[in-house]
């Protein structure tokens, strides 16, 4: 079973940038899709980006796309999200997650979950 460990959130100005990051404990993490989501009070958790085993292909929600960049370093086993241009909207616990069998959106898509690190952007 992996064990994901997010960090790098915090309170933020908006327009600033912060970079999480996710640990994960199992040395096969090459091995799995990685993907950040994010879930704000009261809302959906919702898909942010995922990237594939080696790193090469890469998919962000629309809204994402050019202010985030998501990437992976298998021989550290960690994710990262690289989060620019930042709006008081982005605020949300945001999540990493794994999936062992495909490049998927949806929650319902991965099979192991972090306990989320808060993000915050202030106006």
């Known amino acids: 079973q992996v064990q994901l460990v997010e960090s790098g959130g915090g309170l933020v100005q908006a327009g600033g940038s912060l970079r999480l990051s996710c640990e994960a404990s199992?040395?096969?993490?090459?091995?799995?899709?990685m993907g950040w989501f994010r879930q704000a009070p009261g809302k959906e958790r919702e898909f942010v980006a995922a990237?594939?085993?080696?790193?090469?292909?890469?998919y962000y929600a629309d809204s994402m796309k050019g202010r985030f960049t998501i990437s992976r370093d298998n021989a550290k086993n960690t994710l990262y999200l690289e989060m620019n241009s930042l709006k008081p909207e982005d605020t949300a616990v945001y999540y990493c997650?794994?999936?062992?069998?495909?490049?998927?959106?949806?929650?319902?898509?991965?099979?192991?979950w972090g306990q989320g690190t808060q993000v915050t952007v202030s106006s």
């Open positions: 990237i594939a085993w080696s790193g090469d292909n890469t």
């Open positions: 997650a794994a999936d062992a069998d495909g490049l998927g959106i949806r929650p319902s898509d991965y099979d192991y």
């Open positions: 199992e040395r096969t993490f090459s091995r799995y899709i």
